[in-house]
């Protein structure tokens, strides 16, 4: 089991930024690729950035691309989402999660935290 607990959202002006962290407990953190999901009222949750397990590739939704970047630290079992120039439209929760895949697919991981919100306003 892994156990995973985001912190960092909060309510930022557009054009603000927030530090998402994610950390781990449980099986060897550095065994897993991670990924961030957001999910905003009334939508599916969708991929936010993920990253492999030795940090040396990663990925990101278009609409992100260029705005957020996701890092890890593997010694502090910490993944982090750095979010910078937000837009009212990343208005979300956000949630970090664990797989043994490096992917896109939200079915490709199997352990979730609870979420930490973030809310842009304009």
């Known amino acids: 089991q892994v156990q995973l607990v985001e912190s960092g959202g909060g309510l930022v002006q557009a054009g603000g930024s927030l530090r998402l962290s994610c950390a781990a407990s449980?099986?060897?953190?550095?065994?897993?690729?991670m990924g961030w999901f957001r999910q905003a009222p009334g939508k599916e949750r969708e991929f936010v950035a993920a990253?492999?397990?030795?940090?040396?590739?990663?990925a990101y939704a278009d609409s992100v691309k260029g705005r957020f970047t996701i890092s890890r630290d593997n010694p502090k079992n910490t993944v982090l989402l750095q979010t910078n120039n937000l837009k009212p439209e990343d208005t979300a929760v956000y949630y970090c999660?664990?797989?043994?895949?490096?992917?896109?697919?939200?079915?490709?991981?199997?352990?979730w935290g609870q979420g930490t919100p973030v809310t842009v306003s304009s």
């Open positions: 449980g099986r060897t953190f550095s065994n897993y690729a």
């Open positions: 999660a664990a797989g043994s895949r490096y992917s896109s697919d939200r079915s490709k991981y199997a352990y």
């Open positions: 990253i492999t397990w030795s940090g040396s590739s990663t």
